[in-house]
């Protein structure tokens, strides 16, 4: 394509164009979680969490006799009764309410060390994005290992708790760090949600403190919803025994779903008002362990507040999950943390339970210091003393009802220069820092598989999602030859889009053929170029499924968007596919260029018409 020097940064639309434009993108309804018991799930048996329960409930009886032995041999059978009744006194709060909220974990000196070395992490390694700063942990195994603080987020006691809870040797499989500024919006990654999918059973361990602080959270606070964990998200079956559902099946953002999870709370705790919890603590940093896939909740935005540093980290069965964050241990890492970070061929509910009680005397350290108050140490946060108001309920709804959306940040920044003539670097920083900047957070709204097939794209997505600007821009560069002035005949059916974006398959599918030969993976991925590949291919393939029922014109947009940029993700893995993807990649970077740029005239549309609804 020739090269063109100047553009500019307008298309114009008549009311006929915005209505036939949205018809042309818009193809689906927009899905709302439908949160039941047990009982009335279309699919129970695909819900690992309501299977296997003579099997979990004998690998907890065997978990609490072997930590009772341990304690027994060490403490005599007094002291043990004594840990095995507290011990049991912690699960029981995880079982009832869903979370549980210990502080001080670790000595403040430990802390202080973590805040250092978290701190320089997230300025090296750490994208700087509109929502949050985010660094995959997975690539810096070092500091999860660190021996002076692991026990702040992988404490004996936190995967004892987690381990019976879930009724299997559990094992790691997402590590992160989230830096979170004051901000309110309501985007993907803070909505009121239920996280993963609903057929697996993940738990999650958050620690949070004060931006660069040994201290506690204070701003953008975890929120949760106490015994909404008891329900479960209903799937979709299709005529022909599919059963799927998606990520909007797991958002809670309108009155509707909000005032259903709250019913659902009250009938489950037998409770006249609803109950909602919100984790701040002034003095000490706090290691949440919750149930991250059947909890209602959420990271809570504010202007208010300082700024929170956080660590999260996911724990499946290894059963349901033989994977795990690492494919082979460190060197000197304890038998401990290899059982739950390292990948394992066949998982082993004897030797997990070995590995663990090994820790029987870090555990009985910190349930004593728990339940001797004259003891100095691990707290236990009370949940009553976290509860919000039924006045501060009220304020906490409307506060998530009213969140702007990604939109409305976009249209406010003064988002295009309509009728600016710009030169090619000129648009090509327009397009990154006022139209990709905000898009990439934007609305997705992927298929989840029974089978969880969907773990499979984490990693190509958050390296999408989580790009620098400058790394953006560099990018977008290599593009500039494929950029045209903005038109609306540019903008693509989603079943064009789907067209060109299965050569990317073709490649990632060639790729396999060849054993990953020509694979080019970034200095410092902890990833085989096999699951490289097949992460991008899921991805992909779940984009194309997903355009297919977008339900909103930023739906459509942000969509798009991912699909180029895994468009470009593939020529970067895969050098020799240059060539053949970069015709459709020009074509689908030109239809989310036009696309982006009409979108505040279709928006202004969309509102015209809720409002008159």
Same mark, same amino acid.
């Given at each position: 394509?020739?090269m063109?020097?100047?553009l500019?940064?307008?298309v @114009? @639309?008549?009311?006929?164009?915005?209505i036939?434009?949205?018809?042309?993108c818009v @193809?689906?309804?927009?899905v709302?979680?439908?949160?039941?018991e047990?009982?009335?799930?279309?699919?129970?048996?695909v819900?690992?969490?309501f299977?296997?329960?003579?099997?979990k409930?004998?690998?907890?009886?065997?978990?609490?006799?072997?930590l009772?032995?341990s304690?027994?041999?060490?403490y005599?059978s007094?002291?043990s009764?004594k840990?095995?009744?507290?011990f049991?006194q912690?699960?029981e709060?995880?079982?009832?309410?869903?979370?549980i909220?210990?502080?001080n974990l670790i000595?403040?000196t430990?802390?202080a060390e973590l805040v250092k070395?978290?701190?320089?992490l997230?300025?090296e390694c750490?994208?700087t994005g509109?929502?949050?700063?985010?660094l995959?942990?997975?690539?810096?195994p070092e500091?999860?290992?660190n021996?002076?603080f692991?026990s702040a987020?992988?404490h004996?006691l936190?995967?004892?708790?987690i381990a019976y809870?879930i009724?299997?040797p559990?094992?790691?499989?997402?590590?992160r760090?989230?830096?979170a500024e004051?901000?309110v919006v309501?985007a993907?990654?803070n909505m009121?949600?239920?996280d993963n999918t609903?057929f697996n059973?993940?738990?999650?361990v958050?620690l949070?403190?004060?931006?660069h602080q040994v201290?506690?959270?204070?701003?953008?606070n975890?929120v &949760?919803?106490?015994?909404t964990?008891?329900?479960?998200?209903?799937? &979709?079956?299709t005529?022909?025994g599919?059963?799927w559902?998606t990520?909007?099946?797991?958002i809670f953002?309108?009155n509707?779903?909000?005032e259903?999870?709250?019913?659902?709370?009250?009938k489950?705790?037998?409770?006249l008002?609803?109950?909602?919890?919100e984790?701040s603590n002034?003095n000490e940093p706090?290691t949440?362990?919750?149930?991250?896939? !059947?909890?209602?909740?959420h990271r809570?935005?504010?202007?208010?507040?300082?700024?929170r540093?956080?660590?999260?980290?996911?724990f499946?069965?290894?059963?349901d999950?033989?994977?795990?964050?690492l494919e082979?241990?460190l060197p000197?890492?304890?038998?401990?943390?290899q059982?739950?970070?390292?990948?394992q061929?066949?998982?082993?509910?004897?030797?997990f339970?070995s590995?663990?009680?090994?820790?029987?005397?870090?555990?009985?350290?910190?349930?004593e210091?728990i339940?001797e108050?004259?003891?100095d140490?691990v707290?236990?946060?009370?949940?009553?003393t976290?509860?919000?108001?039924?006045k501060q309920?009220?304020?906490?709804?409307?506060?998530?009802?009213?969140?702007p959306?990604i939109?409305e940040?976009?249209?406010s920044?003064?988002?295009i220069?309509f009728g600016?003539e710009?030169n090619?670097?000129e648009?090509?920083?327009?397009v990154v820092?006022n139209m990709?900047?905000?898009?990439?957070?934007g609305?997705?709204?992927?298929i989840?598989y029974?089978n969880?097939?969907e773990?499979i794209?984490?990693?190509?997505?958050n390296?999408i999602?989580?790009?620098?600007?400058?790394?953006?821009?560099?990018?977008?560069?290599?593009?500039t030859g494929?950029i045209?002035?903005?038109?609306?005949s540019?903008i693509?059916?989603?079943?064009?889009?789907?067209?060109?974006s299965?050569?990317i398959l073709?490649?990632?599918?060639?790729?396999?053929k060849?054993?990953?030969s020509?694979?080019? @993976?970034?200095?410092?991925?902890?990833i085989?170029c096999?699951?490289?590949v097949?992460?991008l291919s899921?991805?992909?393939s779940?984009?194309?499924?997903s355009?297919?029922?977008?339900y909103?014109?930023?739906? &459509?947009?942000?969509?798009s968007?991912?699909?180029?940029?895994?468009c470009d993700?593939c020529?970067?893995l895969?050098? !020799?596919?240059d060539?053949?993807?970069r015709d459709n990649?020009?074509?689908?970077?030109r239809?989310?260029?036009a696309?982006s740029?009409v979108?505040?005239?279709i928006?202004?549309?969309?509102?015209?018409?809720? !409002?008159?609804?």
């Amino acid at each position: 394509m020739k090269m063109i020097d100047r553009l500019r940064s307008t298309v @114009l @639309l008549s009311p006929n164009d915005i209505i036939t434009l949205h018809k042309h993108c818009v @193809l689906g309804e927009k899905v709302y979680p439908e949160l039941v018991e047990e009982h009335n799930l279309r699919a129970v048996h695909v819900y690992k969490r309501f299977s296997g329960r003579e099997n979990k409930d004998s690998f907890r009886k065997f978990l609490l006799a072997r930590l009772r032995a341990s304690w027994t041999t060490s403490y005599g059978s007094e002291q043990s009764d004594k840990f095995t009744k507290w011990f049991c006194q912690l699960v029981e709060t995880v079982n009832e309410e869903g979370a549980i909220v210990f502080a001080n974990l670790i000595a403040n000196t430990s802390f202080a060390e973590l805040v250092k070395q978290y701190d320089q992490l997230m300025s090296e390694c750490g994208s700087t994005g509109l929502i949050h700063s985010y660094l995959n942990l997975r690539n810096h195994p070092e500091f999860l290992e660190n021996h002076l603080f692991k026990s702040a987020f992988l404490h004996p006691l936190v995967i004892g708790v987690i381990a019976y809870q879930i009724g299997a040797p559990i094992r790691i499989v997402d590590a992160r760090a989230k830096d979170a500024e004051p901000i309110v919006v309501c985007a993907q990654d803070n909505m009121l949600h239920i996280d993963n999918t609903p057929f697996n059973d993940e738990y999650k361990v958050l620690l949070t403190w004060e931006k660069h602080q040994v201290s506690g959270p204070k701003g953008q606070n975890f929120v &949760y919803l106490p015994g909404t964990h008891k329900g479960a998200r209903n799937c &979709y079956v299709t005529e022909d025994g599919t059963i799927w559902s998606t990520e909007n099946a797991s958002i809670f953002v309108t009155n509707n779903s909000i005032e259903q999870a709250l019913e659902f709370q009250k009938k489950i705790k037998n409770n006249l008002l609803p109950s909602v919890v919100e984790v701040s603590n002034d003095n000490e940093p706090t290691t949440i362990v919750f149930a991250a896939g !059947s909890l209602i909740h959420h990271r809570f935005r504010t202007i208010e507040g300082h700024s929170r540093s956080s660590l999260i980290i996911a724990f499946h069965s290894a059963f349901d999950n033989p994977g795990g964050l690492l494919e082979e241990p460190l060197p000197n890492m304890s038998d401990f943390l290899q059982q739950i970070l390292v990948r394992q061929e066949q998982s082993n509910g004897d030797l997990f339970i070995s590995v663990l009680t090994a820790q029987s005397h870090s555990i009985a350290d910190a349930i004593e210091q728990i339940f001797e108050p004259a003891l100095d140490g691990v707290k236990l946060i009370e949940q009553q003393t976290k509860q919000l108001s039924n006045k501060q309920v009220q304020a906490w709804k409307e506060a998530v009802l009213n969140s702007p959306e990604i939109e409305e940040l976009k249209f406010s920044s003064e988002f295009i220069l309509f009728g600016e003539e710009l030169n090619i670097d000129e648009f090509v920083r327009l397009v990154v820092e006022n139209m990709m900047f905000y898009d990439k957070h934007g609305p997705l709204d992927l298929i989840l598989y029974a089978n969880a097939k969907e773990e499979i794209r984490k990693w190509s997505r958050n390296r999408i999602r989580e790009m620098r600007l400058p790394d953006l821009e560099q990018r977008l560069f290599k593009w500039t030859g494929e950029i045209a002035q903005p038109q609306i005949s540019h903008i693509l059916s989603p079943p064009d889009l789907v067209r060109c974006s299965k050569t990317i398959l073709r490649w990632c599918s060639e790729a396999a053929k060849q054993n990953y030969s020509s694979v080019n @993976l970034n200095f410092g991925d902890r990833i085989t170029c096999s699951e490289a590949v097949a992460s991008l291919s899921q991805l992909v393939s779940d984009l194309c499924e997903s355009i297919m029922r977008c339900y909103s014109f930023q739906n &459509y947009v942000s969509t798009s968007l991912f699909l180029f940029w895994a468009c470009d993700e593939c020529i970067k893995l895969i050098p !020799s596919s240059d060539l053949d993807l970069r015709d459709n990649g020009g074509t689908i970077l030109r239809s989310y260029i036009a696309s982006s740029i009409v979108h505040q005239q279709i928006y202004k549309w969309e509102c015209s018409k809720k !409002s008159k609804a």
